[in-house]
């Protein structure tokens, strides 16, 4: 999708070494690693089309101050224009840089259950619970426009015409009935709306580093708990995932509450989002790959969240 040319352009907008890109992947294969001066740095390309330079200001201000406020969040890098974000205009694809400092740590490995321990459920819920407070003092400047809100953009505004009729049915029926549940302050605001075990690095000592918060939108806090619930068990087996769920889910609490306090009824918003979470996903990825350029791993994903959509209908039809 990008030529080395220019990715390598990107590179030297931010004083990069560009002998030193590497391709770390991205939905869009978009996200490099490089070196500025010796200190590794990351570096992210978004075509202009899919978000602009007032929207990537937006997330900016957001997760500036969020790292003021004790979020641990790699550090922005500058262009060698001393800007936040730079564009480069080429056809056929015009698009903006971002680039931040690299976290340290590794990511979880996902493949095994028992990568996910108390102690570090409870931190990763202790970080969410400081997220969704700081949500609820946070007011973006009058010149950086508002995010979206949870039923905007996404998927909201794609044709669904080639998806199964009673998919976009049960999609229908979640929006509905999401539609329902009360926004409040305790409940609703802004959350990172993909906070997935991928999202993050853990080092030796526990120590936790996010990055990619590119998915901000207002949402209820539960979708937030309940994304990073469904896919912390997509590791564990199918027979004993209700077990492993409500045993992350108690750890993960522990840490939350400490930050952030729910409303009555979160338990059952949660089991809500994690069935919505699949249809969502499904939806996603129909919409955002043409079939003929799935690559065997999300066709195998898409596979498994359709059989689990089936399941689910004929739940809802005994």
């Keep these: 999708m990008w030529k080395k040319e220019i990715v390598q352009d990107a590179c030297r907008k931010f004083q990069g070494d560009e002998a030193t890109l590497k391709l770390l992947g991205g939905f869009y294969k978009n996200v ?3 070196e500025r001066n010796g200190t590794p740095c990351i570096l992210k390309l978004i075509p202009i089309a899919a978000k602009d330079r007032s929207q990537l200001y937006s997330e900016l201000e957001w997760i500036s101050y969020l790292r003021k406020n004790g979020i641990p969040i790699p550090e922005q890098v500058l262009s060698a224009n001393s800007q936040a974000v730079e564009t480069i205009i080429k ?5 903006c840089i971002v680039s931040f400092k690299k ?3 590794e990511k979880i490995n996902t493949s095994s259950p028992d ?3 108390p ?6 819920g202790k970080i969410m619970g400081k997220i969704h407070s700081l949500s609820t003092r946070f007011h973006a400047g009058e010149t950086v426009p508002f995010f979206e809100e949870w039923n905007e953009g996404e998927v909201f505004y794609r044709d669904l015409s080639y998806i199964e009729g009673w998919i976009t049915d049960l999609f229908n029926v979640f929006r509905q009935k999401i539609n329902t549940l009360p926004q409040t302050e305790q ?3 802004l959350i990172h709306n993909d906070f997935q075990p991928g999202g993050f690095l853990v080092d030796s000592n526990d120590n936790i580093t996010l990055y990619d918060f590119s998915h901000v939108k207002y949402h ?3 979708y937030d708990i309940a994304t990073f619930l469904f896919h912390a068990l997509e590791s564990v087996p199918k027979e004993v995932q209700n077990t492993y769920k409500h ?7 522990e840490g939350y509450i400490l930050e952030h306090h729910l409303e009555k009824g979160w338990q059952e918003q949660i089991d809500l989002f994690l069935e919505y979470r699949n249809l969502f996903l499904y939806i996603y990825l129909m919409t955002s790959v043409p079939p003929e350029k799935l690559d065997n791993q999300k066709k195998e994903q898409l596979n498994l969240l359709k059989k689990r959509l089936v399941r689910f209908r004929a739940a809802l039809t005994m």
Excluded: Q, V
């Excluded at 102690?119 to 990763?124: C, D, N």
């Design 115 to 117: 990568a996910w321990n």
């Design 32 to 34: 490099y690693e490089y």
């Design 220 to 222: 209820f806090f539960t």
């Design 247 to 253: 045993l992350f889910l108690n750890a993960f609490m």
């Design 103 to 105: 976290g340290k740590g």
């Design 187 to 189: 409940s609703y605001g």
């Design 119 to 124: 102690r570090l459920l409870r931190l990763i």
């Design 91 to 95: 056809l056929p694809l015009p698009f």
